[in-house]
């Protein structure tokens, strides 16, 4: 199970209600939606309203698969890459 102590939390920044977690510091592997990019936040506490959204098992079930998660404040968001396509598994 992945501890949420130890993910980076960003915020989508064309999206009122779109956050993203990585285990990297620099949002990578995190796919960017309509052309947006990822704002870092300070920590899980700057989720605000989002927070009750972020479920640590569907946190843990993505970045165990993709090695990051999309989440709103409803809840878990499918991870839909587009042109990025998701990282290369070894």
Request: with cysteine; glycine share 12%.
């Amino acid at each position: 199970m992945t501890n949420a102590d130890d993910l980076f939390y960003f915020k989508c920044s064309v999206s009122e209600d779109l956050y993203g977690v990585s285990p990297n510091a620099d949002g990578a592997p995190l796919p960017t939606p309509g052309g947006g990019s990822w704002l870092p936040l300070d920590n899980k506490n700057a989720l605000g309203k989002a927070a009750p959204g972020f479920k640590v098992e569907a946190a843990s079930a993505d970045l165990s698969q993709w090695g990051c998660h999309w989440f709103s404040s409803k809840g878990p968001v499918d991870i839909i890459w587009g042109k990025e396509m998701p990282p290369v598994r070894d």
